[in-house]
């Protein structure tokens, strides 16, 4: 480094660590350590460094994650320790047979009082396994598994995905380290990545893991940079260092404090049996991680036993992978049949041949639009691949085309509404094609009916979907104000309707006329007006005449209202025909407390965001997030750096977990309670 100021050096290398530093805090620990501004001020600084004095620059610098030149191919690599795979048990008979045959290989059976052994629990990531290798701390060459015996070298593709250190932290850093891990793609990510494909008419991938691989295998750095990958770290290859770690889990929490990101739900336990629970704990919580895991991975935790049980041929004999139910699997489009929405949305539903997938059995499945339809290629008849994770709408994700039999029939999109006849439009800048019948529509006026009557909108208790079927399909009702016209005796008369439940249906509707302005605005059914931006209207302008007198332009001054919402609002409440309906509601005695402005300001909440998890015993989380948003409060889905508080009841899982790691401030129910009756 001659000719070079030693003040310049010095503030590169503190550029260097402070930038790392930073990276680590967002992208391993979720907890932004500075705002991005001032990390975009950091790295100019570093970059100009560099490209003043080119000689500095070394591979740990955090101005290298953004891809360098493309790769003409990939070269191989030969693992000096190979990367074995797991054998796998699929019920709790499996699971007790290898902890019965870890027993037989330790020789337990001879003791007079053997003791369980103690396995480390944790998630098995559905991503992709790599391999890191890192001299004296600095990352050299990264690896994809390949047969376990040679990979490929994939050193520039790892070396963009920010949660993988470039330069080790912390103290006591072995001289060689291999770890292991799985990169992937978060469902947030994944979600985006496709949503972006299908909008540049580009093939959208099957699922996480499949855009894991193929962003890893891409020979242009670059366009892994683009992709938000992750990789957790969750075991080590080869170690050499003057103190080594006595059990997995220890070595597991050393790798958290060299700078890898490791998975929060990882622990240890004692026995088979605690490894049984901790597999269905998991299977409940799967649903709410914000990543894919396919089951769960059991690994003896004392390294001296692992040593001692040795491998077979392909596989340790100190590990097992507990799968969970698949949540992919092949079945046949029998049909497709076209529903419309309660905004005239037209969408296409799969009728499949049942097939049993992510625990449940399914039979339908969304096909979105007529784009998907196209981009997919799919025919009546095909065999395809399903997904269902979680809670989410079952979605086809690949048509197997060397399964399409010859009698397979082209989908044509509907150009007429399949309820109302009406024309079938689509504007230029929506995917979704839509009914032009509007309330003219039946089914449009059934699933507005069904809507200003759900529980989070004006509650009618009793007016379930069958019954708003059949008061449509009658002539009994045509809009939402028709509701407050029901007599009892007019009820009587209908199918499954007696006189007591008639009564109790008129008495809820009557009992919804004192509602919240919040709740009117979501029961109205305006595009894209949610419960939050009800709430957000109500709390921002405290009437529904001074909403209706809005334009676009005074709506847009408000958080969290967007240029779309706020055309969607206006247009609502420009159209005569919905004036009519909400003057005949008020006149039917439909009525809410107007927000006092001046109150309104002096909120003690407001601009905090609060997030509830678990179950409640006293009050309803419903009646709790009412409560926090009268308060001004924002209430989120998820954990975030930017929550500040976390009420946890009962069951709380993934969401208390991250606020502990993130040190926010978590109150039970009780002291929740105890808040509210002094704010």
């Known amino acids: 480094m001659a000719n070079i100021p030693e003040h310049v050096v010095s503030e590169y290398e503190r550029l260097k660590d402070e930038l790392n530093q930073h990276n680590h805090c967002y992208y391993v620990l979720d907890d932004p350590s500075v705002p991005d501004s001032e990390y975009d001020r950091q790295m100019r600084l570093l970059q100009d460094i560099e490209q003043q004095h080119p000689s500095l620059l070394t591979a740990d610098s955090p101005s290298q994650r953004v891809g360098g030149e493309a790769l003409s191919a990939f070269t191989q690599v030969r693992h000096d320790v190979a990367m074995l795979s797991l054998e796998n048990a699929f019920n709790d008979t499996e699971l007790e047979d290898f902890d019965r045959r870890v027993k037989d290989r330790l020789n337990y059976a001879a003791l007079k009082e053997a003791p369980e052994i103690e396995y480390a629990c944790e998630p098995k990531l559905d991503g992709v396994a790599v391999s890191l290798l890192y001299q004296d701390g600095l990352l050299v060459r990264g690896a994809t598994r390949g047969d376990g015996t040679v990979g490929e070298d994939i050193t520039a593709n790892v070396r963009t995905i920010n949660s993988i250190p470039l330069k080790l932290v912390g103290t006591d850093i072995p001289s060689l380290l291999e770890v292991r891990g799985e990169i992937y793609l978060p469902r947030a990510g994944f979600e985006a990545l496709n949503a972006k494909a299908i909008a540049a008419d580009e093939k959208a991938f099957v699922n996480p893991r499949n855009a894991a691989a193929g962003s890893l295998r891409q020979l242009d750095s670059k366009i892994t940079a683009s992709r938000p990958l992750e990789m957790c770290a969750y075991s080590v290859g080869q170690f050499q260092a003057k103190a080594i770690p006595d059990t997995h889990l220890n070595m597991i929490k050393a790798l958290g404090g060299w700078g890898f990101k490791i998975n929060e739900h990882v622990e240890a336990v004692i026995g088979i049996a605690a490894c049984e629970d901790y597999y269905r704990t998991m299977a409940e919580r799967r649903d709410g991680l914000a990543y894919d895991i396919d089951g769960i991975v059991y690994k003896v935790n004392e390294l001296k036993l692992q040593e001692r049980l040795g491998f077979v041929a392909k596989a340790p004999r100190w590990a097992i992978a507990r799968k969970f139910p698949a949540q992919e699997e092949m079945t046949k489009l029998l049909d497709v049949e076209f529903q419309v929405g309660r905004t005239g949305a037209v969408t296409p539903v799969a009728r499949l041949e049942p097939v049993f997938v992510g625990g449940v059995t399914v039979s339908n499945a969304t096909l979105h639009n007529g784009n998907e339809i196209k981009r997919l290629g799919i025919c009546i008849g095909d065999t395809v691949i399903i997904r269902r994770a979680g809670d989410v709408i079952p979605q086809i994700a690949k048509v197997i085309l060397e399964k399409r039999p010859a009698n397979a029939e082209e989908i044509v999109f509907p150009e007429r509404c399949p309820v109302c006849e009406s024309p079938v439009k689509r504007a230029e800048s929506e995917a979704v094609a839509r009914c032009s019948g509007g309330l003219f529509c039946g089914a449009q006026i059934k699933q507005a009916i069904k809507h200003f009557a759900s529980r989070k909108a004006m509650d009618i208790d009793g007016l379930g979907d069958k019954l708003v079927e059949l008061l449509v399909g009658q002539g009994v009702i045509f809009s939402v104000a028709d509701l407050y016209d029901l007599r009892v005796e007019q009820l009587m008369g209908l199918e499954r309707l007696a006189e007591k439940s008639a009564a109790n249906l008129v008495a809820a509707i009557h009992s919804s006329k004192q509602t919240s302005l919040a709740k ?86 407001k601009g905090q965001t609060w997030v509830l998890t678990g179950g409640m015993d006293i009050m309803s989380r419903a009646e709790a997030k009412d409560r926090l948003q009268e308060l001004g409060a924002k209430v989120a889905g998820s954990v975030s750096a930017k929550t500040v508080q976390v009420v946890a009841g009962p069951g709380a899982g993934s969401k208390l977990t991250k606020a502990q790691k993130l040190h926010i401030p978590v109150m039970d129910e009780a002291e929740f309670i105890e808040f509210l009756s002094k704010v």
């Not at 709506?555 to 309906?581: H, K």
């Open 520 to 605: 009117f605005f979501y029961s109205l059914g305006i595009r894209e007006v949610g419960e939050t931006t009800g709430q957000t209207l109500a709390n921002n302008f405290g009437s529904l005449d001074v909403v209706i007198a809005a334009d676009a332009e005074t709506l847009l001054e408000v958080d969290d209202i967007g240029p779309i919402v706020a055309g969607y609002i206006v247009d609502f409440f420009r159209n005569p025909d919905n004036l009519s309906i909400i003057q005949a509601l008020r006149e039917a005695g439909v009525q809410w407390p107007d927000i006092d402005q001046n109150a309104q300001a002096s909120q003690p909440l």
